[in-house]
């Protein structure tokens, strides 16, 4: 049912303001009442315009083409309102996109002798108050200077109507039931943007993007600092730092490459692209969700794309932040599907348009240029949708603790999941690896490597744990012969269970595993080193037999064959780092 509006009951100040703010239609950028071009209604709730009870929105006015887009301001049939920034340059240079003051001033505030139309006054009182940033638009300036120099005197109740009669008036009282139908839907508009005010323009700035970007520009210039080239990364110095790699993930158990990949980048341009679509969206989402919020969802979209690749491409080397920036925009549209009921389409419609028209453009650029990682892309987009639509879930409800619980859950849950996904993208991977022609061969040699080194290691753990027994044995033995503690009678008589317990670790050594030439060369280490043992033991029992110092300092003696004992470990040791390294093996803690 229509609401009857008596316009013989509005003030004449209010229809004298509808009449004069007819002039700016001739302006691009300008949008009058009851007619308002909506993103620029939406851009000016969401920035600066605050409507009192008092007032009506006549028009918004603006320089659409030389300025940004909350550069303005909106007359009522009270007040003056407009935009300034919090820091003292002017709009020109100002960061825009950062937290904005909102200005007003009533048309009865102004002073009672106002300058001609010429723009002077709009300068001096309005444009040094950063109400606009207008340059070259000197006619829009001398409008409102005209309109402000008609309307404040009247306001004031010190100058007529400048008008004949009130014959002039009659296009407003037409239009004004218009107007004021329109005054309903925009208090309602301004209602549902004052609902995400906190968390969009006018909050704080953004935290976790800006220290998401310096972490991956920062782990880049490590790269080239390292010596990797800036324009072309080489893959190995890439898998190096962490890109995912199917058969290190899924071979080699290193399943924290899903993670690392996200932090890394294939040069300079593939950086500096996905930092910049980052910037452009990343500070928005992360006022609408939250800090912790925006950190979580970024690292599950990135992890769920890394996933995804996986998954789909084992063989590819991959790296990016692309798998968490779609998340980024899957994020912000599971946001806004699930606050669709209580937010104004035309204030969402610019929002989810953005996020289209980007996931539309790179999903259709992918699937034509090759080198595009899509499983990456797609799997981002999802779990970042996932996670925005149920972080915004948990959001609600009164109560802050339960929020923050509720989206705790909500993050382990996820976490929990991707868990379980990355377990079966890591099975696929193996078994697409193995049945890959170019890599199958090659990661079962090296499986047979890996195999091969960890039956001879659980073997030589018990073996070099019987030689240390014995060498503090023998260690004892030769101190008990330096203090003469003992008869050589009694002395003579140790070395023979030594060499029985000798003998009993060559036919171990002997009995070890070593399926292949290195670890052979490895296991005949040993053996030598046991057979020097046993010299060691000769030595000492024909010393203490006959007292010839040759036993102890000759070629054959106790002290060369404790040389050769000593060389054998070493050599030992750096077999074992060759055949490590060789292979590119990780000891692992037992």
Known sequence: ME????????????????????????????????????????????????????????AIVRDKKKTPPHAGCALTTKRIHWAAPLTARTLKTAD???????NSMAYTD???????????????????????????????????????????PVALGEASLPFADDAGLEPARQAWPAVVAGDVEIRRL????????????????????????????????????????PIEPAVPAMVGWGASFGPSVAMDGQWWRLFTCVFLHFGVIHLGMNMWCLMSTGPLVERLLGRLNFAALYVLSGVGGAIASLWFHPIVISAGAS??????FGGLLGHLAVRRNELSFSLIKPLRNGALAFLGYNLLF?????????????????????????????????????????????????SVGLGLLGHQGIDAARRQ????PRLGALVQDQQSVVSAWNDFSEASRRVLAQFD??????????????????????????????????????????????????????????????????????????????????????????????????????????????????????????
């Not at 825009?96 to 909102?102: E, I, N």
């Not at 798998?323 to 980024?328: H, P, Q, S």
Request: hydrophobic share 45%.
């Open 323 to 328: 798998g968490a920036i779609f998340g980024v």
């Open 469 to 590: 027994v014995i060498g503090s044995e023998i260690d004892g033995f030769v101190q008990d012969i330096d203090r003469g503690a003992r008869s050589n009678e009694e002395l003579v008589r140790v070395p023979s269970g030594l060499n029985a317990r000798v003998l009993t670790l060559r036919d171990r050594i002997m009995a070890m595993p070593a399926a292949n030439d290195e670890i052979r060369t490895m296991r005949d280490g040993l053996l030598s080193a046991s057979r020097h043992q046993g010299a060691i033991l000769a030595a000492l029992t024909s010393f203490l037999r006959d007292g010839d110092e040759r036993h102890v300092t000759g070629p054959e003696g106790f002290q060369a064959s404790l040389a050769a004992y000593t060389k054998d470990f070493a050599e030992l040791e750096t077999r074992r780092n060759a055949y490590i390294q060789a292979h590119g093996l990780i000891l692992k803690a037992p």
């Open 190 to 229: 301004q209602s549902n943007v004052a609902s995400i005010r906190p968390r969009s323009y006018l909050s704080s700035r953004g935290v976790i993007t800006p220290l998401i970007i310096l972490i991956c520009v920062g782990i880049f210039v490590a790269m080239v600092l390292s010596g990797i080239s």
């Open 366 to 414: 992918g699937l034509f240029l090759p080198g595009i990682d899509m499983a990456a892309h797609v799997g981002g987009l999802v779990t970042g949708c996932a996670a925005g639509l149920l972080l915004t879930l948990g959001s609600l409800g009164p109560s802050s603790t339960g929020r923050m619980l509720r989206q705790m859950g909500v993050v382990v849950a996820m």
């Open 96 to 102: 825009w996109t950062g937290p904005l003051r909102a």
């Open 3 to 58: 609401t009857m509006v008596d316009t013989d009951d509005v003030p004449v100040q209010d229809l004298l303001a509808l009449c004069l703010c007819d002039d700016f239609r001739r302006f691009e950028g300008a949008s009058v009442a009851p007619n308002f071009f909506q993103p620029a209604l939406v851009c000016a709730l969401a920035t600066y315009l605050h409507l009192q009870p008092d007032e009506i929105l006549l």
């Open 433 to 436: 690896v193995l049945a890959d």
């Open 110 to 152: 102004f002073p009672t002798e106002l300058p001609n139309s010429d723009g002077r006054f709009a300068e001096s009182t309005i444009v040094e108050a950063h109400l606009l940033s207008l340059e070259g638009s000197a006619a829009l300036k001398a409008a409102i200077a005209s309109y402000l120099k008609c309307l404040a």
